[in-house]
């Protein structure tokens, strides 16, 4: 079973509809006491153009954003392969679209 940390983006089956698609690891690391699940970011490359969104040019995605109004909870079997790690600054760009559909302080 992969072992992904936050701030990874994985290749991610989210079942039929949602499709195979890439996925910010956005929970920290569980211990072996806690649910064996992980909170994602997927990405996609149909932009709406919502303030929600967040277009990060990277080498391993096609042109596209991460959408914060589509995080989803999955077990760690889901995750297919690791494609890369955003950096600091991108990460928080998405934290901040994140907190912002929540309604949390940011």
């Known amino acids: 079973m992969p072992s992904p940390s936050r701030g990874e983006v994985w290749l991610t089956d989210l079942g039929y509809v949602a499709k ?5 690891v956005l929970s920290v690391a569980f211990s072996e006491t806690e649910r064996s699940l992980l909170t994602l970011v997927p990405h996609t490359t149909s932009s709406r153009a919502s303030r929600f969104e ?17 995080i989803v909870t999955v077990p ?18 998405v934290e901040v679209s994140v907190k912002a559909w929540l309604g949390l302080r940011t």
Request: charged share 20%; glycine share 4%; net charge positive.
């Open 20 to 24: 195979v698609r890439p996925c910010l």
């Open 54 to 70: 967040v277009p990060l040019a990277v080498p391993y995605l096609k042109a596209g954003v991460f959408d914060s109004q589509s």
């Open 76 to 93: 760690p079997v889901r995750l297919i392969r690791r494609l890369g790690v955003l950096k600091a600054e991108e990460l928080q760009a």
